[in-house]
Each structure stands twice: as C-alpha cells, then as structure tokens.
C-alpha cells in the first residue's frame, strides 16, 4: 500500500530557530499535501493545503509567514516552521492525497521547542 | 457546515469487554466514512471506511455500519484486547475537500 514517510519523528530546538519537517510519498505521486497539528488529546487541525506546483492554501489563523510550506515535486513536501517559539510546539502530521490511495499519513513529527 | 461528533472519552474497559465508540456526521451530499486510529506517539493509520450507505467497514475485529438514516458510522469490536489501546478518529470526506475528523476518542484497556 502507500507509504508516507515523515521526518524527523521528533525534534528539539532552540527558540528563535527554524525547524524544517519533511514528507516523501513512497511509490505514489502526492497531488495534495495536507498539514495538520495535533495538541495534546486534542484532535488533528488542519494548517494548511498545498498543490504540487501551486502555493498552500492556508486555514484561518494559521500564519504562513511563520509555517512555510514548500510541495515543489509530487514527492515531496516541506514544513518549515521559523522563528520557533514554546507555543508552537506540538505534533505536526502530513497527509498526502493521490495516485488513487486516498488519504495517506505520515508518521507525525513531535517538536518541543526550548 | 460538515462535521463529525463522536463520543467523548476517555473510554477504559476491561480486555474482552465489548465496545462501541459513537460518531455521527452532518454533510452535504453522501460523504465517504473513515475510522482512523492513532497509537501512542505515532501518526494515523486508516482502520476502516465505508463508502456508500449500508456498507459495513470493517478490520482488525472492528466494524462500523454507513447508516444514512441516523447519519452514523459507530464503530465497535465484539472483544477488544489491551493492544486496542489508542486514540480513534471518525471522519468524512466530501468531494474534494479535506477530511473531516471528529475529536477523537481515548480507549485504554486494561488486562
């Protein structure tokens, strides 16, 4: 079946530094790359939406000058949070539509920031 | 606008207890139904889906049933084990839109 893989699964910054988190589709071309971020025992909201090609549609009070999203091939998609700060972290979790699969998730990346 | 409802947890049973985690779900048109599950620290897995109304998805023991009339997709497991201990999501999908989630569902259950 289709694979996402997501990386790093967790990582631990500075603040003020910037945190790229990467998602690759395994054997299927991701059309749409889909952002989420989890708080604790809460459920998955949705950031942002992206294109291949096309630059990410963002949810309401999501900023996209703080979480940068980058889907320049079919394979591959980046979330860069900048400027990191306590309050943003969190996990983040990718999911990649296309190539007839459906929604696949990646694994989630925990990030704390200090 | 859509959206999923489901159950508020946590749920803690005992192992072999039966189970029934709720979720109901308005939309336009006929959305597909998902039941994802997310383990301790990990991301989501796709636990079933139902397409069409009347379909029964089902996986791992675990079943749930499109009902158009009650729009609900309650999932259940005749015998849930300690290994089931997970966070559940129900979920819709209209069109082309992103997937809508429900809250999720905290289960613990304990030998």
């Known amino acids: 079946g289709a694979v996402v893989s997501q990386h790093p699964s967790w990582v631990i910054c500075k603040s003020g530094t910037s945190v790229k988190i990467e998602c690759r589709s395994l054997?299927?071309?991701?059309?749409?790359m889909f952002w989420y971020r989890q708080f604790p025992k809460q459920s998955l909201m949705l950031m942002a939406t992206?294109?291949?090609?096309?630059?990410?549609?963002?949810e309401q009070g999501v900023e996209k000058d703080k979480f940068l999203i980058n889907h320049a091939s079919l394979t591959l998609s980046t979330l860069t949070v900048t400027s990191a700060h306590p309050e943003d972290s969190s996990f983040y979790i990718c999911?990649?539509?296309?190539?007839?699969?459906?929604?696949?998730f990646g694994s989630g990346t925990r990030l704390t920031v200090v | 606008g859509d959206s999923v409802t489901q159950m508020e947890g946590p749920v803690t049973l005992s192992e072999e207890a039966f189970l029934t985690i709720n979720c109901t779900y308005t939309?336009?048109?006929?959305?597909?139904l998902f039941w994802y599950v997310q383990y301790p620290g990990e991301g989501l897995q796709l636990l079933l889906k139902?397409?069409?109304?009347?379909d029964k998805g089902s996986n791992k023991g675990f079943e749930a049933t499109y009902r158009k009339e009650t729009t609900s997709f309650h999932l259940e497991k005749g015998s849930v084990q300690v290994s089931d201990s997970a966070v559940y999501f129900c979920?819709?999908?209209?069109?082309?839109?992103?997937?809508?989630f429900g809250k999720g569902t905290r289960l613990s259950v304990i030998a």
């Open positions: 999911s990649a539509r296309g190539g007839g699969y459906g929604y696949t």
């Open positions: 054997d299927f071309q991701a059309t749409t």
């Open positions: 992206s294109n291949e090609g096309s630059k990410a549609t963002y």
């Open positions: 939309a336009t048109g006929y959305p597909s």
């Open positions: 139902a397409t069409k109304a009347d």
């Open positions: 979920a819709h999908l209209s069109g082309n839109t992103p997937l809508v």
